[in-house]
């Protein structure tokens, strides 16, 4: 299967979210402090700071009317955001995530970012090593119509049988696919946002793609290999709408 990539920077891109996340296996001594302390680095491009807290339930059957639940909010790591709120650092105990908002840049841009912050954490947590990459992208393609044929924009749409009525209220195609050359998996996620509108028809395209690793956090195909994703990406975002999508966004 060939490779697509990006060879036009569209300006009314429908990137809502960019983001790039590695999984990292940290040394025992470190805590949460010591990713606080990461703030300083950080204060003058992201002054803001807010804890991040992961949620984890469990549940034991005592008996099928009452069951005994268990919630807990714990504290992972923290988030560092831009003056704009445009952009995102998470320094956490299981890894680091940038994300980039609307409006999007260029991918050098953003890239080279989170190469910056990235090196930051690698310096002052010595991660132990890379166990899992991944770049996500969460597109809003606004169509400008209530009533349309979704073939003429997406090239894997919903149908209805012929013999149902044909009008769809909501649709939810999820997939999964290996990259078997490339070692990765991409998820892909389509379906309208649900935003209110009279006019138009937002609908989301949301694609995942990720790799499991066990590598050096110093090593250069840590970075070698996010690029990689992004291109597998690209391929998946071309492949998925038309030439008319296009259009909406030039």
């Known amino acids: 299967m060939g490779q697509v990539r990006m060879t036009e920077i569209f300006p009314k891109a429908p990137i809502t979210e960019a983001l790039i996340d590695i999984r990292a296996k940290l040394p025992d001594n470190i805590l949460l402090s010591d990713l606080e302390k990461l703030h300083e680095y950080l204060r003058v491009d992201y002054p803001d700071k807010k804890t991040r807290r992961m949620w984890q339930a469990s549940f034991e059957m005592k008996n099928a009317k009452d069951p005994l639940r268990n919630v807990e909010f714990q504290a992972d790591g923290y988030a560092f955001t831009s003056p704009d709120g445009r952009q995102v650092v998470q320094y956490r105990l299981d890894g680091f995530t940038f994300s980039r908002l609307r409006p999007y840049t260029r991918w050098e841009a953003v890239f080279a970012e989170a190469q910056r912050l990235w090196s930051i954490y690698v310096a002052h947590t010595k991660p132990l090593n890379v166990t899992l990459l991944a770049t996500r992208y969460i597109n809003s393609i606004e169509i400008p119509s209530k009533t349309f044929d ?24 999820y997939l999964v696919i290996p990259f078997s050359d490339r070692d990765a998996v991409a998820t892909v996620t389509t379906t309208p946002s649900g935003k209110p509108d009279p006019l138009n028809t937002d609908i989301i395209l949301d694609i995942t793609v990720s790799k499991v690793v066990n590598l050096d956090p110093r090593d250069e195909k840590v970075q070698e290999s996010v690029s990689i994703l992004r291109e597998i990406k690209n391929q998946i975002f071309f492949g998925s709408i038309t030439e008319k999508t296009k259009e909406l966004f030039r």
Do not use: K
């Open 150 to 173: 979704y073939g003429e924009y997406f090239t894997a749409a919903p149908t209805i049988p012929p013999l149902l009525p044909q009008s769809l209220a909501h649709f939810f195609i």
